[in-house]
Structures are given as C-alpha cells and as structure tokens.
C-alpha cells in the first residue's frame, strides 16, 4: 500500500529532524527499553522453575551410618539420585593407594587428598568417561587391574583410591562434599 | 432508548439486590483484623508461631497436616537449629531396612508432618465415624478462609438453640454449615502456655491458629503480594510510556 | 486488500533466506503493512489480547507440565509441590489458572464486538465460524484444565460433564464409558485430560492462524462497518496497530496482575482445595464464571437430553450467525433498533450467568427459562426478521469522511449510498 505517512523508523523521520524528533525518538527509545526489561524479567520464573525445588534441595544432604561396613566391604548409598561408593579399605588397599607414583598417574592426586580418614574411601560412582556406574562394589565383581572398580561399557580401571589408571576416562572417580559426623558416621553434602 | 437503559439498569440492580437477599440467608461470617490481609499486609510471624504450639499441642492430635514439610516453617520465623529440634520432636516412619523392615527415625526438617493416623479409615475409627480433615489447605478450602476459621473455632456452643436436637456425638456450631460437627470445642482459656506470655485467651488462641493455618495453606503468600506490588508499578510506567508513544506516534497521522 | 510494496531487505541473510522462503515477506506484508482502517477504537485489541493470553497459556503451561504428575494418587500432591516447592511454581500456577479466566474475558469481549459491529457478516463468515471453533476448542481445553488439580471441583466437574453425553439415546452409556477409560471418572480419565489438555492449546493455535489468515484476507471491519476504500482510510499495522493494541495489552495485564498476586483463588472454587473424594458431592457444585451462561441454558430445560441440545444449539446458533442475521448493514450505528435488542443480549448472557451460579430451583429456574428463551428468540427470530424490517440508518460514504469531519455522523443521506450490495 502506499505510504501516505511515515511512521518514525522507517525511514523520512531523519530527514526531517528537528527537536521534536529527538524527543520522540527518546519516547520510543525508553519504550522499547522498559518494555524490553519487563520481558526479560518475566522470563526468569520460567527458567528458574526447572532448577532444583524445596524439597529437592531439603535433600541435598544425607547421613549414612558407617558402623555395619566391614573392613574389606562397600556399601553404595543413594545421594542427589547419584550411587555414592563407600569402601571400608583394607590396608593392602590402602598401602596400594599410597605407593603409587603420582607422575605415572592420568590425573594425579595423593591418596591422602581423596580421603579423610585413609580406612574411609566415599566416591561418587560414576565414570567420568561417559557416565557409566563402574563394577567393583559386590565381593563378586570384576575390580580392574588395580583392585579398584571397573567400568563395564568401556574397560575404564579404577584404583582403590578411584583414580583412573587404564582406559578411556578422562579423570578419577569425583569425591563428594561430606564430612564425619562422629566415628562411624558421615554427612554427605 | 434511555428508557430502555434504565429499564436494564434496575433490572440487574433487582437482580444483584435479590442475589445479596439470598446471599444474606446463610450464616454470616464475621470479618476479623488480620495482618496479613490487604495489598501491604504480611503475616504476622509471632501469632503464626503461637499457632502452630497450638497446632502441636491441640490440633495435631486428630488432625494432619500432611503436604506441610516442617521446613516450611522457617517462613514464620524459626531458625534452622529451631527446625532441627522441632522435626526431632516428631517420630517418622523411615525404611525399609536391610532386614526389610519400617522403622521409626526421628524426623528432619525436610520431613512432612506426620499424621496422627495411618489412614483415614483409622482417623474415622477413632473419631466416632468422622473425619477430622487435613489442614494443609483448610484456610484456602473453605468459604470464608481465615475469618470462617476463627468463626468456626469461637463459635461452639454449649447448648445448641430451643427446636435444635443434636445427633448423638456431635456438637453445636454457630458457623459450621448444618450447625452439626464431630469436632469438640476444643479451645480453652489457657488450654496451652504461651512461651513469650500472650494470655492464652480463646479468642486469641483462635486468631493464632488461624493465622498459621493461613500461612501454610500458602507460604508464599507474603512473597506473592510483594511481588505484585512491584508488578503493579511496572506495568503502570509501561502503560504510561505506551500511551504517550501511541499518543505521539498517531498525531503524525492526518 | 491495497497492494503491498514487496519489502527491500538489507540484511543478506534475511535477503537469501527470503528469496528460498519468503516468509519476511509475508510477515512484512501481514503484520507491517497489513492496512488496519484507521478507526478502530479499542475494542479491536481484544483479538491481540486474547492472543498474548494463548502465548502465556502455552508458555506457563508448558513448565507446570514439566512438574504435574497425572496420576490420581499424586495430582493433588503434584499441584501442592508446585505451590510450594518449585521454584516460582506458586507465580507460574496462579498466572496459569487466572489466564483461563482472561483469556475468557478478552475473547467473550471480542465476540460482543464482533456482535456489535457486524463482524460476522460477509466477507467474513469464515472467519467468524472459525472464531466459534476457537471458543469450542477453549472451553473442552479449560474443563479439562480444571481437571488435573484433582480437587473435588476438578472431579465433580468432569463426573458432570461428562455424564452429558450420557443423555444421548442407546449410544450415550457407551460413549461416557468410552470417555472415562472405565465405570467412574478415575486414573485413566484423568490421564487421558492431560494429554488432551497439552494437545488442544495446539490445536487451538492451528486454529487461530487461520482465523488470522482468513482475517487478513477480507481486512478487518471497523466501526463503522463500511469497507476501507483506499490508503486514506487505513494505516499501516505496524507501527500504529502494534503500538496502539500492545498499551490495550499492557492496561489488560494490569488487570490480571491484580488477580494473580491479590486475589489469586477469587475465581476459583474452595472446593478444589479439598482433594477428590468419589464418595462424597460437594453441596454446590458450580462450573468456573466463564461456563455459567451455558450451565444456566443445561439446566434450564426440564429435559436431560433436550438440556445437553441446548447447550451445545447455544453455541451452535453462534456459528450459524451469518446467515441468521439478515441485514446488509454490518455496524450497529446504523441500526438502531438491533443496537437495543444487543445490549437486551448481553443483559441476558449476564443474566443466565447468574441464574448459572445459583442453585437451580425457585425463581432462579424460572429466570434461566426466561433467559435461555430470549437468547434462542434472538438469534432465531429476532435477527432473521429485524434484517427485513429495521429501516437502516445512512450510511457514510468513506471511512475517512466521518474521521475528518471529528468522528460526526453524516448529514442524513447527502452522501449516503447503502453499503455494497445492500
């Protein structure tokens, strides 16, 4: 159709300048500008209503009581929907986990850093090769080649500090936040 | 044509006074002082906080207040410790365990209020047939909403009115719809101990209560407000701006 | 429709975009240059509002979605963790179950314009039929909407709902067995509502693109419900229309923010905050505001079947409008007499919304009889014969002449030709 007017914008409004183009230009300028920001600021209750709830917050933390764990045995705990291992070493393990040599190591860490009391190993149990739940918790299980954990879908061999040793992961098993609460109980997250 | 306006006018003014005459046949539920009503209004946490030792003390007994997680309560003002102890106080079915079996932990603020029965066939066993109902929403769920609660908890009496039979069981209400309930008047002058030394008197008792029931039926409620204050002033510089663009852009219109 | 300039884009991703897909250009043309007649007053941004409350409905609903669990053990429980837990879930909800009531609003006001104006008439009959589809499809979208919380409202509403279909002779058991997945309205009804819920705004949408296509191909009506002549008696939509509805919008979201933070549940029903409970009625059971109207029509026929009939003839009447109404002149400026018998309409749409809400026994029967008779008697008789017998007043020559003179009726006849055919 044709353009009988020339709403500002479009063009034609440069033109013709003056004061009160300037003050409309300002007018739409704060407009838009305000208009922008109450769009903006509605979209943040749509992305925040997928993170985390209440409730799922309130259970961010667990206690595991440790005391029923046998030196030798694991226990896999449940925490943030993740399997969390908890491993009563040995002192073969532990005296394994401390005679490495850290530059032989994929990701290098000391044992006494992935630990807070040596017989007390909690990891996260989960590959941090692609996101597998490695073998190794059950008496009966394959533990790898460095009496650790092995992950199935990938030959990953994790050792009995859960550092990666062999095969494709790209880093050791993740140590959670947690904290002993007494001798024989831990607080996780 | 005005005649026939006025015509159409008196007729709905007929119909909205008939509507307030029907209306006026039910029992009518006087309106009380809270602070949480109106636009500013928020809810008044040391009242919502007797209310709930009330609730502890005297309602829970029969009544649950199962979709309330003890957590919610930090909204009236008690600390995270305050919680901690106030969920120890409860006993929560927990399990199974390696033997497969349920046991009873003491509860943590992330627990809901356990109830006071297993089921509501257990609840009605033990209230002479009744229900007592949960009171998670009970301020949301019935007409009237806070006031209709302090009404309902005042209005107990003790001999119902000449030409009124009670059911073996029930009690007279003023308020209750049928005038018949299960509930005992349960509210008695210094039937609990107020910790800060508020005098426990029944209507004080029953404005507490219902202020806490208020608040969980919906904690958000003093957020909700502030926000919308904000929203309101918003959208009222937004349409300002709107209508000084619209006003603006349409004077270049011939 | 005037021709449109074909849009020079500078962009070069836009330009060869355009020329494999020249989507640009049809937006340029549909809502850019689109020639809206340059005096429609406010009541023409209804349609955008209704359309800004279909992109919030979607948009809240879409995340609520993402929480609510269909389930008769959890529904209630679900709704619970939204009010309480989620993360603005309570904000989120609330927008959600007051924008039906909106939405409600700002397309039964854009209908009783299209009433007023004429906005029916031909060209426009499509158009029109398709906005009666859009209100068919909104109302099957809002009852099972009330459905998911699962409160007894949620349940009894769909228990009676439902329970309609049964009114129908020999096939009706089947059917309302067929719509509940079993003998009682249960897990797998509720389910069923919400996938049907999620799928119906979809629908819906379908259906509202074609109501804007079929829109803007007869162009909007106006006022004064004579065509646009030419460029003088338009403007271009955008920036003037967006501009102009888009502070219609902004004063409407006004209005439903104050539902939403300071009086959330007044629309709604106690009731549904008590969940489902099979065994037990409410004492009152209402349907929400915006179904009132037909509830009063259902229960004003002594009839179960000849009930469920007039419900749905009450809307089905809508549809055939078109041809009912037998006038040429579309606005209500020019016929004087329609323009009382429409206010007498909406008296009586607000009337049976009443009668709608009361119990239905005593006077308040015989007003929804009174009511639903006069609603069929308007569009079944009053229309058809008003058409032949209403004298029309003159009509103005153009759009812009009235505009020009400062919005004054023309002198009586001096450049009155009736409008097309007419």
């Known amino acids: 159709m044709a353009q009988t007017t020339h709403p500002p914008g479009t063009g034609g409004h440069a033109a013709s300048g003056g004061e009160g183009a300037s003050r409309r230009d300002f007018l739409y300028l704060a407009t838009g500008a305000v208009g922008a920001i109450g769009v903006a600021s509605a979209v943040w209750p749509f992305i925040d209503s997928m993170n985390p709830a209440a409730d799922t917050l309130a259970l961010a933390s667990i206690d595991v009581d440790l005391a029923p764990v046998q030196e030798g045995q694991a226990i896999t705990v449940t925490w943030r929907g993740k399997p969390v291992f908890v491993r009563h070493r040995t002192a073969k393990e532990i005296e394994e986990a401390r005679t490495v040599n850290l530059g032989d190591l994929r990701d290098p860490a000391a044992d006494d850093t992935r630990v807070?009391?040596?017989?007390?190993?909690?990891?996260?149990?989960?590959?941090?090769?692609?996101?597998?739940?490695?073998?190794?918790?059950?008496?009966?299980?394959?533990?790898?080649?460095?009496?650790?954990?092995?992950?199935?879908?990938?030959?990953?061999?994790?050792?009995?500090?859960?550092?990666?040793?062999?095969?494709?992961?790209?880093?050791?098993?993740?140590?959670?936040?947690?904290?002993?609460?007494?001798?024989?109980?831990?607080?996780?997250? | 044509m005005r005649s026939l306006k006025s015509a159409i006018l008196s007729a709905a003014v007929a119909l909205g006074l008939a509507g307030a005459a029907q209306a006026s046949e039910a029992v009518h539920i006087p309106k009380q002082e809270w602070a949480h009503s109106g636009v500013f209004g928020t809810i008044d946490k040391a009242s919502a906080q007797r209310g709930f030792q009330i609730y502890k003390e005297v309602c829970s007994t029969c009544h649950s207040a199962k979709l309330v997680p003890i957590r919610t309560l930090a909204g009236i003002g008690f600390s995270e410790d305050e919680l901690k102890a106030i969920a120890a106080g409860y006993e929560v079915q927990a399990g199974p365990n390696d033997a497969g079996e349920m046991f009873m932990r003491p509860g943590i603020p992330a627990d809901r209020f356990p109830s006071p029965f297993p089921n509501d066939n257990a609840?009605?066993?033990?209230?002479?047939?009744?229900?007592?109902?949960?009171?998670?929403?009970?301020?949301?769920?019935?007409?009237?909403?806070?006031?209709?609660?302090?009404?309902?908890?005042?209005?107990?009496?003790?001999?119902?009115?000449?030409?009124?039979?009670?059911?073996?069981?029930?009690?007279?209400?003023?308020?209750?719809?049928?005038?018949?309930?299960?509930?005992?008047?349960?509210?008695?002058?210094?039937?609990?101990?107020?910790?800060?030394?508020?005098?426990a008197t029944v209507q004080q008792q029953a404005h507490d209560i219902s202020a806490f029931l208020t608040f969980i039926a919906e904690p958000h409620m003093d957020a909700r407000k502030q926000m919308g204050v904000k929203v309101i002033l918003f959208l009222i510089v937004l349409a300002g701006l709107m209508y000084a663009t619209k006003r603006k852009l349409w004077s270049t219109l011939h | 429709m005037a021709q449109a300039h074909a849009p020079q884009f500078k962009n070069p991703v836009v330009k060869w975009i355009d020329s494999r897909l020249p989507i640009f250009t049809m937006l340029d043309h549909e809502y850019n240059q689109y020639p809206m007649p340059r005096n429609v007053n406010y009541l023409w941004a209804f349609g955008a509002i209704a359309g800004i409350m279909l992109v919030i409905m979607i948009a809240t609903g879409l995340v609520l979605a993402?929480?609510?669990?269909?389930?008769?053990?959890?529904?209630?429980?679900?709704?619970?963790?939204?009010?309480?837990?989620?993360?603005?879930?309570?904000?989120?909800?609330?927008?959600?179950?007051n924008g039906a009531s909106m939405f409600f609003i700002a397309v039964y006001i854009h209908m009783f314009r299209g009433l007023y104006y004429g906005s029916y008439k031909a060209p426009r009959e499509i158009l029109w039929i398709l906005g009666v589809l859009i209100l068919l499809a909104m109302m099957a979208t809002a009852f099972m909407g009330y459905v998911l919380p699962w409160g007894q409202m949620s349940f009894w509403g769909a228990t009676v709902i439902t329970n309609l279909f049964s009114a129908f002779p020999l096939v009706g058991d089947p059917i309302v067995t067929w719509l509940w997945g079993g003998f009682s309205v249960d897990n797998p009804t509720l389910n069923r509502f919400f996938a049907l819920h999620f799928l119906l705004p979809?629908?819906?949408?379908?259906?509202?693109?074609?109501?804007?296509?079929?829109?803007?191909?007869?162009?909007?009506?106006?006022?004064?419900?004579?065509?646009?002549?030419?460029?003088?008696?338009?403007?271009?939509?955008?920036?003037y229309v967006t501009v102009k509805d888009g502070f219609a919008v902004v004063v409407f979201l006004i209005f439903y923010a104050a539902f939403v933070f300071f009086a959330p549940n007044y629309l709604g029903h106690p009731d549904n905050y008590i969940p489902a409970n099979p065994l037990v009625t409410p004492a009152h059971i209402v349907p929400e505001w915006y179904f009132l109207p037909f509830y009063a029509i259902l229960r004003a026929i002594p009839d179960k079947l000849g009930g469920v009939l007039a419900m749905f003839g009450a809307i089905a009447v809508l549809a055939a409008l078109p041809w009912?109404?037998?006038?040429?002149?579309?606005?209500?400026?020019?016929?004087?007499?329609?323009?009382?018998?429409?206010?007498?309409?909406?008296?009586?749409?607000?009337?049976?919304?009443y009668a709608g809400a009361m119990p239905a026994e005593g006077v308040w029967l015989l007003v929804a009889r009174i009511g639903t008779a006069y609603y069929f008697f308007h569009f079944l008789i009053l229309l058809p014969l008003l058409g032949k017998l209403e004298r029309p007043l003159p009509l103005p020559a153009s759009i812009c002449e009235p505009v020009l003179k400062g919005g004054g009726r023309v002198a009586a006849g001096a450049h009155a030709k009736p409008m097309e055919k007419a």
Not at chain 3, 211 to 216: D, G, K, N, Q
Request: aromatic share 10%; charged share 15%.
């Open chain 1, 116 to 189: 807070k009391k040596p017989e007390w190993l909690i990891v996260v149990g989960i590959c941090t090769h692609l996101g597998c739940v490695p073998l190794g918790q059950k008496p009966t299980d394959p533990r790898g080649d460095y009496d650790g954990w092995f992950c199935p879908c990938h030959g990953s061999h994790y050792d009995t500090a859960g550092r990666i040793r062999k095969g494709p992961a790209p880093a050791n098993l993740v140590v959670p936040q947690y904290a002993f609460t007494s001798d024989t109980a831990v607080r996780l997250g």
């Open chain 3, 324 to 353: 009912l109404d037998t006038s040429k002149v579309r606005s209500c400026k020019f016929r004087p007499i329609y323009r009382q018998f429409f206010w007498i309409l909406a008296i009586d749409a607000l009337v049976l919304g």
């Open chain 3, 202 to 239: 979809f629908v819906l949408l379908g259906l509202v693109v074609l109501h804007t296509a079929a829109l803007h191909v007869s162009g909007s009506n106006n006022p004064l419900g004579i065509d646009a002549k030419g460029p003088q008696d338009t403007v271009p939509f955008n920036p």
């Open chain 3, 66 to 97: 993402m929480q609510y669990a269909a389930n008769t053990h959890i529904a209630f429980e679900s709704v619970e963790r939204i009010m309480r837990d989620v993360n603005y879930g309570w904000l989120l909800r609330y927008v959600h179950a």
């Open chain 2, 123 to 199: 609840a009605r066993a033990a209230n002479n047939g009744a229900l007592p109902p949960d009171l998670s929403l009970i301020a949301k769920a019935r007409v009237g909403g806070e006031d209709y609660l302090y009404a309902f908890l005042t209005g107990f009496e003790e001999n119902p009115p000449e030409g009124v039979t009670l059911m073996p069981g029930m009690n007279y209400n003023k308020y209750f719809p049928g005038h018949q309930v299960g509930m005992p008047n349960i509210l008695m002058p210094d039937g609990v101990t107020y910790a800060d030394g508020t005098p």
